[in-house]
């Protein structure tokens, strides 16, 4: 289970919306192995007086939080990072300053979905990777 949340400038983050949650679910899908079907993404538009960003970024600055079933190894989830930089850069235009990437993970019973707990849920694609 993954979660991807994008936060950025309203204005410019809108105009690449569509593009760039295509190229982060290509990443996933690569670096993780996830199905096709597994796109969970949210787009949080702030206006640029609501965020603060370090110095040298530009309105183009985004923060991409990906939340997910602990499991993977160092070496996936190295493997994602880069492939979301390189890929963003190169396909979107944005800068590597102006991209942030975290991954947060917890423990499978702490999630619940489709009635149950992610121990509990059979999923049809590894996490161990």
Not at 1 to 17: D, E, F, T
Not at 66 to 85: D, P, Q, S, V
Request: overall charge neutral; charged content about 25%; hydrophobic content about 40%.
């Amino acid at each position: 289970m993954s979660q991807v949340k994008i936060y950025g400038v309203s204005k410019p983050l809108r105009a690449i919306r569509d593009r760039l949650s295509d190229v982060i679910h290509a990443c996933v899908v690569e670096a993780l192995q996830f199905p096709l079907n597994k796109r969970a993404h949210r787009f949080l538009y702030l206006e640029p007086e609501d965020f603060f960003m370090p110095e040298g970024r530009t309105e183009n600055y985004i923060i991409i939080e990906l939340i997910m079933i602990e499991g993977r190894t160092i070496e996936t989830k190295k493997k994602l990072i880069n492939l979301l930089f390189e890929r963003i850069s190169q396909q979107i235009g944005l800068s590597l300053a102006d991209i942030e990437i975290c991954i947060l993970e917890s423990p499978a019973h702490n999630w619940g979905f489709r009635g149950k707990t992610g121990d509990e849920v059979s999923i049809n694609y590894p996490i161990n990777v």
